[in-house]
């Protein structure tokens, strides 16, 4: 019978409820399923740390935040990244670039006020949103770019050139 099994950073985070999961443990094929065990089952359970409690859950504290949806490809100079941002005033875009990584920030604002019976659908994501993209080899930050036209963001990211050599000369100290 197949176990229900959390990851390790589930436990870790207390993502799932302790409650939910038991210990590892070899389950053979002649033992009941878990819904037919007695509820004072002497099967052991998970230890509480503090990971697993309310006052530790750090997730439940935080403002909720969306993430941002991307499509990555590449030419033959160049890293391109465009995702729609629509709504999004340029100002509200952050755009942090190291040599292999791209971090988007920014904050969609609703500005009507509509109550929550009033809605039929509500699809729309309004809030702060990030992404970090690893990128898939290295870019020249200095000569990075990105651009905002009718709600599509483009970040251009020259890549680096690893089979470029430069001559150095040498410098006599006398």
């Given at each position: 019978m197949?176990?229900?099994?959390?990851?390790?950073?589930?436990?870790?985070?207390?993502?799932?409820?302790?409650?939910?999961?038991?210990?590892?443990?070899?389950?053979?094929?002649?033992?009941?399923?878990?819904?037919?065990?007695?509820?004072?089952?002497?099967?052991?359970?998970?230890?509480?740390?503090?990971?697993?409690t309310k006052e530790a859950n750090w997730l439940e504290n935080t403002e909720e935040e969306g993430q941002l949806t991307v499509d990555v490809f590449q030419t033959d100079n160049e890293i391109i990244i465009q995702s729609t941002v629509a709504g999004v005033r340029p100002d509200d875009l952050d755009v942090q670039i190291t040599r292999d990584m791209v971090t988007i920030r920014g904050k969609r604002e609703q500005h009507r006020e509509v109550e929550k019976e009033n809605y039929f659908y509500q699809e729309l994501y309004w809030g702060t949103f990030s992404r970090s993209i690893l990128l898939p080899q290295e870019v020249d930050v200095d000569d990075a770019e990105?651009?905002?036209?009718?709600?599509?963001?483009?970040?251009?990211?020259?890549?680096?050139?690893?089979?470029?050599?430069?001559?150095?000369?040498?410098?006599?100290?006398?």
């Open positions: 197949p176990k229900d099994r959390r990851s390790f950073f589930e436990r870790l985070t207390g993502a799932v409820p302790q409650d939910q999961y038991l210990e590892d443990e070899q389950v053979s094929s002649r033992e009941e399923p878990r819904a037919h065990l007695a509820a004072n089952s002497t099967r052991p359970r998970l230890h509480k740390s503090p990971a697993n990105a651009s905002l036209k009718q709600g599509l963001l483009t970040v251009r990211l020259p890549k680096t050139d690893r089979n470029r050599t430069e001559r150095l000369r040498v410098k006599s100290e006398s």
